[in-house]
């Protein structure tokens, strides 16, 4: 069963959002764990500042991660800087290889169907 009134899926879109604001980046797929999370050099999570939802979407706002040369193909949601709980992970839209120490940036925005 599809939701199909708008209200309620920007209220679950903005229940999704406040769960957590926390990204990571990850070497593979994160799993319902948290796996795969990136580490090194002046890699560390960053906290995204989620919008108002609208549409069935919210949107947080762009973040850069600092990483050591290496693949990253997929993010995280978390609710704390380090530690914390796993809420969530997906692919990221094309997998970003370095050959030395870089930066990747990754939007983030979830829509509830």
Do not use: C
């Not at 948290?34 to 999570?45: H, P, Q």
């Not at 919210?58 to 530690?83: K, Q, R």
Request: net charge neutral; no cysteine.
């Amino acid at each position: 069963m599809a939701i199909a009134v708008t209200a309620t899926k920007n209220a679950l879109a903005a229940a999704y959002a406040a769960q957590g604001s926390w990204l990571s980046l990850h070497t593979g797929t994160p799993g319902s764990t948290g796996a795969s999370e990136a580490t090194g050099g002046s890699y560390s999570r960053k906290q995204t500042t989620w919008g108002t939802a609208a549409s069935s979407t919210v949107t947080g706002t762009e973040v850069t991660f600092d990483v050591p040369a290496g693949s990253y193909s997929h993010w995280g949601l978390w609710t704390a800087a380090t530690g914390g709980t796993f809420l969530d992970g997906g692919a990221l839209t094309a997998t970003v290889t370095l050959s030395a120490p870089g930066q990747v940036k990754s939007p983030i925005s979830y829509t509830q169907s």
